[in-house]
Protein backbone atom coordinates (compact mmCIF):
# COMPACT_ATOMS: atom_id res chain seq x y z
CA UNK A 1 0.00 0.00 0.00
CA UNK A 2 1.37 3.30 -1.05
CA UNK A 3 2.49 5.54 2.43
CA UNK A 4 3.57 8.72 3.28
CA UNK A 5 5.44 9.23 6.03
CA UNK A 6 4.52 12.09 8.43
CA UNK A 7 5.87 12.60 12.34
CA UNK A 8 3.52 10.42 13.95
CA UNK A 9 3.26 7.50 11.19
CA UNK A 10 2.62 6.75 8.17
CA UNK A 11 -0.67 7.79 5.79
CA UNK A 12 -1.95 6.05 3.18
CA UNK A 13 -3.48 7.61 0.28
CA UNK A 14 -6.86 6.01 0.80
CA UNK A 15 -7.24 7.92 3.76
CA UNK A 16 -6.17 11.11 2.26
CA UNK A 17 -9.06 10.10 -0.68
CA UNK A 18 -11.58 9.34 1.74
CA UNK A 19 -11.39 12.34 3.52
CA UNK A 20 -11.30 14.32 0.71
CA UNK A 21 -14.59 12.63 -0.73
CA UNK A 22 -16.51 12.73 2.70
CA UNK A 23 -16.39 16.30 2.00
CA UNK A 24 -16.89 16.46 -1.73
CA UNK A 25 -20.10 14.09 -0.59
CA UNK A 26 -21.08 16.61 1.68
CA UNK A 27 -20.46 14.38 4.73
CA UNK A 28 -22.52 11.02 3.04
CA UNK A 29 -20.61 8.23 4.15
CA UNK A 30 -23.09 5.72 2.17
CA UNK A 31 -22.01 8.02 -1.43
CA UNK A 32 -18.35 8.27 -0.33
CA UNK A 33 -18.06 4.59 -0.33
CA UNK A 34 -19.55 4.26 -4.17
CA UNK A 35 -17.42 6.56 -5.31
CA UNK A 36 -14.17 5.04 -3.53
CA UNK A 37 -15.82 1.54 -4.56
CA UNK A 38 -15.22 0.39 -0.75
CA UNK A 39 -17.57 -0.26 2.03
CA UNK A 40 -18.68 2.64 4.72
CA UNK A 41 -17.57 0.54 7.63
CA UNK A 42 -14.00 1.15 5.49
CA UNK A 43 -14.95 4.40 4.76
CA UNK A 44 -14.99 5.31 8.18
CA UNK A 45 -11.88 3.08 9.91
CA UNK A 46 -9.84 5.48 7.09
CA UNK A 47 -11.09 8.52 8.68
CA UNK A 48 -10.93 7.64 12.22
CA UNK A 49 -6.84 5.78 11.50
CA UNK A 50 -5.88 9.33 9.26
CA UNK A 51 -7.26 11.03 13.35
CA UNK A 52 -6.03 8.75 15.12
CA UNK A 53 -2.63 8.95 13.41
CA UNK A 54 -2.73 13.05 13.27
CA UNK A 55 -4.30 13.54 16.98
CA UNK A 56 -6.57 15.63 16.27
CA UNK A 57 -10.33 14.89 15.01
CA UNK A 58 -10.83 16.24 11.48
CA UNK A 59 -15.05 16.14 11.58
CA UNK A 60 -17.47 17.13 13.45
CA UNK A 61 -20.21 13.58 14.21
CA UNK A 62 -23.70 13.16 15.54
CA UNK A 63 -23.65 10.29 16.88
CA UNK A 64 -22.44 7.80 13.91
CA UNK A 65 -22.98 10.82 11.78
CA UNK A 66 -20.36 13.31 9.77
CA UNK A 67 -22.04 16.71 9.96
CA UNK A 68 -18.99 19.17 9.22
CA UNK A 69 -15.31 19.68 9.60
CA UNK A 70 -14.46 21.08 13.10
CA UNK A 71 -11.26 23.58 12.87
CA UNK A 72 -8.54 21.10 12.56
CA UNK A 73 -10.27 19.95 9.69
CA UNK A 74 -10.51 23.45 7.84
CA UNK A 75 -6.79 23.36 8.16
CA UNK A 76 -6.01 19.81 7.27
CA UNK A 77 -8.26 19.57 4.08
CA UNK A 78 -5.96 22.04 2.15
CA UNK A 79 -3.30 20.05 2.51
CA UNK A 80 -5.03 16.75 2.03
CA UNK A 81 -6.08 18.47 -1.50
CA UNK A 82 -2.45 19.30 -2.48
CA UNK A 83 -1.27 16.04 -1.78
CA UNK A 84 -3.14 13.98 -3.74
CA UNK A 85 -2.89 16.25 -6.66
CA UNK A 86 1.03 15.71 -6.45
CA UNK A 87 0.02 12.07 -5.94
CA UNK A 88 -1.52 12.39 -9.36
CA UNK A 89 1.41 14.70 -10.80
CA UNK A 90 3.64 12.12 -9.85
CA UNK A 91 2.19 9.55 -11.34
CA UNK A 92 1.31 11.71 -15.12
CA UNK A 93 4.94 12.18 -15.12
CA UNK A 94 5.94 9.08 -14.84
CA UNK A 95 3.28 8.35 -17.95
CA UNK A 96 4.98 11.17 -19.48
CA UNK A 97 8.28 9.49 -19.64
CA UNK A 98 6.92 5.97 -20.29
CA UNK A 99 4.68 6.57 -23.20
CA UNK A 100 5.44 10.03 -24.53
CA UNK A 101 2.45 10.22 -27.11
CA UNK A 102 -0.30 7.78 -25.31
CA UNK A 103 -2.55 7.84 -22.37
CA UNK A 104 -6.14 9.91 -22.33
CA UNK A 105 -6.96 13.63 -22.52
CA UNK A 106 -10.26 14.97 -20.77
CA UNK A 107 -12.01 18.29 -22.26
CA UNK A 108 -14.86 19.95 -20.14
CA UNK A 109 -16.43 22.27 -22.89
CA UNK A 110 -19.81 24.14 -23.05
CA UNK A 111 -22.38 23.03 -25.57
CA UNK A 112 -21.39 26.31 -27.76
CA UNK A 113 -17.64 25.98 -27.18
CA UNK A 114 -17.65 21.83 -27.87
CA UNK A 115 -20.08 22.31 -30.90
CA UNK A 116 -18.69 25.54 -32.70
CA UNK A 117 -15.08 26.67 -31.47
CA UNK A 118 -13.04 22.95 -30.80
CA UNK A 119 -14.19 20.41 -33.58
CA UNK A 120 -11.00 22.03 -36.07
CA UNK A 121 -8.88 21.68 -33.07
CA UNK A 122 -9.84 18.35 -32.21
CA UNK A 123 -9.41 16.90 -35.53
CA UNK A 124 -6.04 18.24 -35.84
CA UNK A 125 -4.88 16.60 -32.94
CA UNK A 126 -6.30 13.16 -32.95
CA UNK A 127 -4.53 13.26 -36.51
CA UNK A 128 -1.17 14.14 -34.91
CA UNK A 129 -1.82 12.06 -31.91
CA UNK A 130 -3.71 8.96 -32.55
CA UNK A 131 -2.55 6.65 -29.46
CA UNK A 132 -3.96 9.55 -27.34
CA UNK A 133 -7.98 8.58 -26.66
CA UNK A 134 -9.82 11.91 -26.17
CA UNK A 135 -13.10 12.41 -23.63
CA UNK A 136 -15.32 15.39 -24.24
CA UNK A 137 -17.83 16.34 -21.24
CA UNK A 138 -20.21 19.27 -22.00
CA UNK A 139 -22.16 20.76 -19.23
CA UNK A 140 -22.30 24.52 -17.42
CA UNK A 141 -19.10 27.32 -17.10
CA UNK A 142 -19.91 25.86 -13.13
CA UNK A 143 -19.73 22.24 -14.07
CA UNK A 144 -16.69 23.17 -16.40
CA UNK A 145 -14.81 24.64 -13.09
CA UNK A 146 -15.94 21.63 -11.19
CA UNK A 147 -14.74 19.21 -13.56
CA UNK A 148 -11.41 21.08 -13.52
CA UNK A 149 -11.28 21.43 -9.57
CA UNK A 150 -11.85 17.66 -8.72
CA UNK A 151 -8.97 16.67 -11.19
CA UNK A 152 -11.96 14.52 -13.66
CA UNK A 153 -11.00 17.19 -16.45
CA UNK A 154 -7.12 18.60 -18.03
CA UNK A 155 -8.61 21.64 -20.02
CA UNK A 156 -11.50 23.30 -19.85
CA UNK A 157 -13.51 25.90 -22.25
CA UNK A 158 -16.00 28.13 -21.02
CA UNK A 159 -16.94 32.41 -21.17
CA UNK A 160 -18.47 32.18 -18.35
CA UNK A 161 -17.45 31.66 -14.51
CA UNK A 162 -13.90 30.12 -15.34
CA UNK A 163 -12.10 33.28 -14.46
CA UNK A 164 -13.84 33.43 -11.01
CA UNK A 165 -12.50 30.42 -9.50
CA UNK A 166 -8.90 30.88 -7.38
CA UNK A 167 -8.00 27.23 -8.14
CA UNK A 168 -8.00 27.53 -11.71
CA UNK A 169 -5.69 29.33 -14.44
CA UNK A 170 -8.31 30.73 -16.67
CA UNK A 171 -6.41 32.07 -19.78
CA UNK A 172 -7.95 33.92 -22.69
CA UNK A 173 -8.25 32.40 -26.25
CA UNK A 174 -10.28 34.49 -28.41
CA UNK A 175 -12.69 37.41 -28.17
CA UNK A 176 -16.41 37.04 -30.14
CA UNK A 177 -19.95 38.85 -30.16
CA UNK A 178 -23.22 38.48 -30.60
CA UNK A 179 -25.66 38.01 -33.84
CA UNK A 180 -29.56 38.50 -34.01
CA UNK A 181 -30.97 35.74 -36.66
CA UNK A 182 -34.28 35.69 -37.81
CA UNK A 183 -36.02 33.67 -40.34
CA UNK A 184 -35.39 35.07 -44.14
CA UNK A 185 -37.84 37.63 -44.81
CA UNK A 186 -38.04 38.96 -41.55
CA UNK A 187 -39.12 42.37 -40.90
CA UNK A 188 -35.18 43.11 -39.56
CA UNK A 189 -34.04 41.34 -42.56
CA UNK A 190 -35.75 44.04 -44.83
CA UNK A 191 -34.80 46.76 -42.23
CA UNK A 192 -30.94 45.95 -42.41
CA UNK A 193 -30.86 45.58 -46.47
CA UNK A 194 -32.06 49.09 -46.26
CA UNK A 195 -29.57 50.39 -43.75
CA UNK A 196 -31.23 51.10 -40.81
CA UNK A 197 -29.09 50.12 -37.77
CA UNK A 198 -30.52 48.18 -35.61
CA UNK A 199 -31.25 49.18 -31.56
CA UNK A 200 -31.98 47.76 -28.59
CA UNK A 201 -35.17 49.35 -28.56
CA UNK A 202 -36.37 47.63 -31.82
CA UNK A 203 -35.29 43.85 -30.48
CA UNK A 204 -37.33 44.90 -27.45
CA UNK A 205 -40.10 44.57 -29.37
CA UNK A 206 -39.85 41.30 -29.91
CA UNK A 207 -40.35 37.89 -28.21
CA UNK A 208 -36.40 37.17 -27.77
CA UNK A 209 -34.90 33.78 -27.88
CA UNK A 210 -31.59 33.16 -26.46
CA UNK A 211 -29.50 31.51 -23.76
CA UNK A 212 -29.81 30.57 -20.02
CA UNK A 213 -28.22 32.86 -17.49
CA UNK A 214 -24.64 31.88 -17.01
CA UNK A 215 -24.60 30.87 -20.38
CA UNK A 216 -22.47 32.08 -23.69
CA UNK A 217 -22.37 35.57 -22.78
CA UNK A 218 -25.68 36.16 -21.87
CA UNK A 219 -24.82 38.49 -18.80
CA UNK A 220 -23.73 40.95 -21.46
CA UNK A 221 -27.03 40.64 -22.94
CA UNK A 222 -28.56 41.30 -19.86
CA UNK A 223 -26.58 44.56 -18.93
CA UNK A 224 -27.43 46.13 -22.47
CA UNK A 225 -30.94 45.93 -22.14
CA UNK A 226 -30.48 46.77 -18.30
CA UNK A 227 -28.39 49.97 -18.80
CA UNK A 228 -30.66 51.31 -21.31
CA UNK A 229 -33.65 50.44 -19.20
CA UNK A 230 -35.07 48.52 -21.37
CA UNK A 231 -37.25 44.81 -20.39
CA UNK A 232 -36.57 42.46 -22.69
CA UNK A 233 -39.04 39.65 -23.66
CA UNK A 234 -37.46 36.59 -23.82
CA UNK A 235 -39.87 33.70 -24.29
CA UNK A 236 -37.81 30.73 -24.68
CA UNK A 237 -34.04 30.54 -23.17
CA UNK A 238 -31.87 27.52 -23.68
CA UNK A 239 -28.27 26.27 -23.48
CA UNK A 240 -27.24 25.59 -26.61
CA UNK A 241 -27.62 28.04 -29.95
CA UNK A 242 -28.67 24.81 -32.07
CA UNK A 243 -32.06 24.98 -30.16
CA UNK A 244 -32.31 28.73 -30.41
CA UNK A 245 -32.35 28.65 -33.73
CA UNK A 246 -34.70 25.78 -34.14
CA UNK A 247 -37.35 27.42 -32.55
CA UNK A 248 -36.64 30.60 -34.63
CA UNK A 249 -37.07 28.76 -37.47
CA UNK A 250 -40.55 27.87 -36.19
CA UNK A 251 -41.22 31.95 -36.05
CA UNK A 252 -41.50 32.05 -32.41
CA UNK A 253 -39.09 34.47 -31.91
CA UNK A 254 -35.88 36.44 -32.46
CA UNK A 255 -32.54 34.73 -32.04
CA UNK A 256 -29.56 36.09 -29.95
CA UNK A 257 -26.63 33.63 -30.38
CA UNK A 258 -22.82 34.24 -30.62
CA UNK A 259 -21.80 35.07 -33.81
CA UNK A 260 -19.36 31.73 -34.36
CA UNK A 261 -22.89 29.66 -33.99
CA UNK A 262 -24.36 30.77 -37.25
CA UNK A 263 -23.11 29.62 -40.97
CA UNK A 264 -24.67 30.84 -43.95
CA UNK A 265 -24.49 27.71 -46.03
CA UNK A 266 -26.03 24.97 -43.04
CA UNK A 267 -28.82 27.32 -41.48
CA UNK A 268 -30.29 28.18 -44.74
CA UNK A 269 -33.45 29.00 -43.58
CA UNK A 270 -32.00 31.83 -41.30
CA UNK A 271 -30.42 35.32 -41.51
CA UNK A 272 -27.58 36.83 -39.31
CA UNK A 273 -27.53 40.62 -38.05
CA UNK A 274 -24.76 41.82 -36.41
CA UNK A 275 -25.08 42.99 -32.90
CA UNK A 276 -21.89 43.46 -32.05
CA UNK A 277 -22.71 47.34 -31.35
CA UNK A 278 -24.98 46.58 -28.92
CA UNK A 279 -23.47 44.06 -26.46
CA UNK A 280 -20.28 44.40 -24.67
CA UNK A 281 -17.52 41.76 -26.84
CA UNK A 282 -16.74 38.66 -24.69
CA UNK A 283 -13.95 36.68 -24.10
CA UNK A 284 -13.60 32.71 -24.52
CA UNK A 285 -10.74 31.12 -21.65
CA UNK A 286 -9.46 28.19 -21.54
CA UNK A 287 -8.67 26.87 -18.04
CA UNK A 288 -6.41 24.39 -16.13
CA UNK A 289 -6.27 23.35 -12.74
CA UNK A 290 -3.63 25.32 -10.98
CA UNK A 291 -0.45 23.21 -9.83
CA UNK A 292 -2.02 20.09 -12.08
CA UNK A 293 1.16 18.25 -14.23
CA UNK A 294 0.46 18.61 -17.88
CA UNK A 295 1.66 15.54 -19.86
CA UNK A 296 3.06 16.82 -23.24
CA UNK A 297 0.27 16.13 -25.45
CA UNK A 298 -1.75 18.55 -23.39
CA UNK A 299 0.12 21.35 -24.29
CA UNK A 300 -0.05 20.19 -28.28
CA UNK A 301 -3.82 20.39 -27.93
CA UNK A 302 -3.90 24.13 -26.32
CA UNK A 303 -1.22 24.99 -29.30
CA UNK A 304 -3.82 23.73 -31.57
CA UNK A 305 -7.06 25.21 -30.13
CA UNK A 306 -5.20 28.55 -29.30
CA UNK A 307 -2.17 29.07 -31.19
CA UNK A 308 -0.80 32.29 -28.74
CA UNK A 309 -1.06 30.17 -25.47
CA UNK A 310 2.35 28.42 -25.35
CA UNK A 311 4.19 26.05 -23.14
CA UNK A 312 6.25 28.78 -22.02
CA UNK A 313 3.31 31.44 -21.55
CA UNK A 314 1.82 29.04 -19.92
CA UNK A 315 4.39 27.77 -17.78
CA UNK A 316 4.86 31.47 -16.90
CA UNK A 317 1.54 31.87 -15.42
CA UNK A 318 1.34 29.03 -13.32
CA UNK A 319 3.89 30.27 -11.51
CA UNK A 320 1.93 34.18 -11.23
CA UNK A 321 0.49 33.03 -8.30
CA UNK A 322 -3.49 32.40 -7.63
CA UNK A 323 -4.17 36.25 -7.97
CA UNK A 324 -3.16 36.29 -11.39
CA UNK A 325 -5.22 37.24 -14.34
CA UNK A 326 -4.43 37.36 -18.16
CA UNK A 327 -5.96 38.94 -20.44
CA UNK A 328 -5.58 39.59 -24.72
Not at 45 to 55: A, F, P, S, V
Not at 93 to 117: N, V
Not at 205 to 228: C, K, M, Q, V
Not at 275 to 303: C, Q, W
Request: charged share 20%.
Amino acid sequence: MRILSIPGGPVNFQQLRSVRETVRCGFNLTEVAQVLHTSQPGVSRQIRELEDELGVEIFVRAGKRLTGLTPPGEVVLPIVERLLVEADNLRRAGADYASQDRGTLTIAATHSQARYALPPAVRDFCAAHPEVVLHMHQGSPQQVAQLLLSGEADIGVATEALASYEGLLALPCYRWTHSVVVPRGHVLVDEADRGEPLTLQRLAAFPLITYETGYTGRSHIDEAFDRHELKPNVVLAAMDADVIKTYVELGMGVGLVASIAYDDQRDTALRAIDARHLFATNMTRLALRRGAYLRSYVYEFIRCFAPPLTRELIAQAMNEGEGSRFEI
